[in-house]
């Protein structure tokens, strides 16, 4: 991490991610049937029909469907949004000419996780045996191989032009910066150094959070990946790390630049509880499941003594076995001597379904954003024609802009309105609902997984003491599901699903509105299993 974000030292480090699509795409290719005319547009526009009964998200945008900017979006059963999620996907299209045919054909390459790839298949192909041939269009479905490797860091864009050995100025715009493409773009370069096999390799932008780039927190996980054909991989590899100086990175470390980037990248199974295969990762029964929690909840030190001992001492985390008030909601599983964090989100939703959590993702949450920022006031901004006149010094320090404080509470009337709107959107949620969150922790602790988040019930503003805060132990807010000490932002830091339910009672009237770079936030206490005053850890 601290090589790909170094400014001195321009470096960046490499990952072989071929595992994670499986080693080959699902390409689903229509055609014209009997050299019949039909447009171009057509053959888009039935992969568009088919896919739209899947997936979550617009692909009739003209830079998806021509193949210059490749999307992600999640793939859900057959016409069940926003149920019945089966995971995430990178969408890739292409057009090209059939020379047998002398006609169009429009391709569509689907990258997923090899947990769902059989999943994905049987959905698709379902798909594609119920698509009527009237129009002209013949679907098919099969597969292609391919290779991923990524390409992250500070020097990640000299480096890919240095390796493959072509200049940025040939395949971008002249008012373009390698590194400022958007998330997405895909370009095509032929490599003249590996002769084996097919030598075109396609690169995709990789640039999830563009808008804050700037950050030193979003560096280690931007760059590009490579989508090659595997029978050169291999010597594109050893090239990018003898010739271009890369640090060869694996599965351990990628998911903690992910953790590390502002907003949090999501992991898969580990930020998808509403799948079947992310209650299968929190069940703790699947053997494949265990060794990727072994890895990524491990200690972040050059030893990873969990990931070492898994099969020999057991989990070296202690984790409490008895929890009276979340015994439902977290308990531990003991199998091959190892001692993990098992988690029934359904659970945590209130009241109790029998029915599967539902994430709420994308638009879908700007209503809960909208009532975190109404439930206090923003201090005033000082006028800069005020602040450039004023000679006296203050006669306080100045707080610096990234520390939290109490946010001012709103006047009756508002706290009405506010209350008013908190209702209306509880009454609305129809479905068991779960939010992704962010959580930064004041003062010493580190988090872990399976800590319980409690909301505060009552402020005494006579006491400094943090103990003095009541709070519900009857009933959780939610779960911290990874977090560690992070070194850019200089504080321990944190994931975690909340129940969407109870955010809302937690934001109903709340005295525990924070501020922080004008932005305003929620004060919660987090607690390792049972909470009790000792065990309590301040955050927002």
């Avoid at 692909?59 to 999620?85: C, K, Q, R």
């Avoid at 200049?167 to 590996?194: A, F, K, Q, R």
């Avoid at 030598?199 to 989508?227: E, F, M, T, Y």
Wanted: glycine share 6%; aromatic share 6%; with cysteine.
């Amino acid at each position: 991490l601290r090589l790909a974000t170094s400014e001195t030292i321009q470096k960046c480090t490499i990952q072989d991610a071929t595992w994670e699509i499986d080693g080959s795409a699902v390409v689903l290719r229509a055609s014209q049937i009997n050299n019949l005319s039909s447009p171009k547009e057509q053959t888009v526009k039935t992969l568009l029909s088919i896919l739209e009964r899947v997936t979550d998200i617009k692909l009739s945008d003209n830079s998806i469907t021509s193949g210059h900017v490749s999307v992600e979006g999640l793939i859900h059963e057959i016409d069940s949004f926003p149920a019945g999620l089966v995971g995430p996907g990178n969408f890739m299209f292409k057009i090209m000419n059939d020379d047998a045919t002398k006609s169009d054909v429009c391709l569509l390459s689907i990258f997923v996780h090899p947990a769902i790839r059989l999943k994905v298949m049987a959905i698709l192909t379902t798909l594609v045996k119920s698509h009527d041939n009237d129009n002209g269009i013949n679907v098919t479905i099969s597969t292609e191989p391919y290779s991923l490797l990524r390409v992250r860091g500070t020097s990640s864009t000299t480096t890919v032009a240095d390796v493959l050995s072509f200049n940025w100025m040939d395949v971008l715009p002249t008012d373009v910066d390698g590194n400022e493409v958007d998330h997405g773009t895909l370009l095509m370069i032929n490599s003249t150094d590996c002769t084996k096999g097919r030598n075109q390799i396609i690169l995709k932008s990789h640039r999830p959070n563009l808008h804050q780039n700037h950050l030193p927190q979003n560096v280690a996980c931007s760059g590009w990946d490579i989508l090659c054909h595997p029978s050169i991989s291999n010597d594109l590899f050893q090239t990018f790390v003898r010739k271009g100086g890369t640090c060869a990175i694996g599965l351990v470390e990628d998911a903690r630049a992910q953790l590390e980037a502002s907003p949090p990248l999501p992991i898969f199974p580990r930020d998808y509880p509403d799948s079947a295969e992310g209650q299968s990762y929190w069940e703790g029964s699947s053997k494949d499941w265990k060794l990727i929690r072994s890895c990524i909840e491990g200690s972040w030190g050059r030893n990873n003594k969990l990931l070492r001992r898994s099969q020999k001492e057991g989990c070296d985390e202690k984790v409490p076995t008895e929890m009276p008030e979340t015994s439902e909601l977290v308990t531990t599983c003991d199998a091959s001597s190892k001692e993990i964090v098992r988690i029934q989100w359904s659970c945590l939703v209130s009241p109790k379904s029998d029915q599967s959590v539902i994430v709420v993702r994308g638009s879908f949450g700007v209503p809960f954003l909208q009532l975190l920022h109404g439930c206090g006031r923003l201090p005033r901004k000082v006028d800069s024609d005020f602040t450039t006149k004023q000679t006296r010094r203050p006669r306080r320090p100045v707080r610096p802009s990234n520390v939290a404080v109490h946010a001012p509470p709103l006047s009756i009337d508002e706290k009405e309105i506010h209350s008013k709107l908190c209702k209306q959107l509880k009454a609305s949620l129809s479905l068991p609902a779960l939010l992704r969150c962010e959580l930064f922790f004041e003062g010493k602790g580190s988090p872990s997984v399976g800590d319980v988040i409690y909301s505060f019930t009552s402020r005494n503003d006579n006491s400094n003491d943090d103990t003095s805060k009541g709070f519900d132990q009857e009933s959780p807010l939610g779960l911290v599901t990874a977090g560690g000490f992070s070194p850019t932002r200089g504080r321990s830091y944190a994931v975690a699903f909340v129940s969407a339910a109870m955010f809302i009672d937690a934001l109903d009237g709340t005295e525990h509105g924070m501020v922080k770079d004008e932005k305003m936030f929620l004060e919660v206490t987090v607690a390792k299993g049972l909470p009790s005053p000792r065990h309590l850890r301040r955050c927002t």
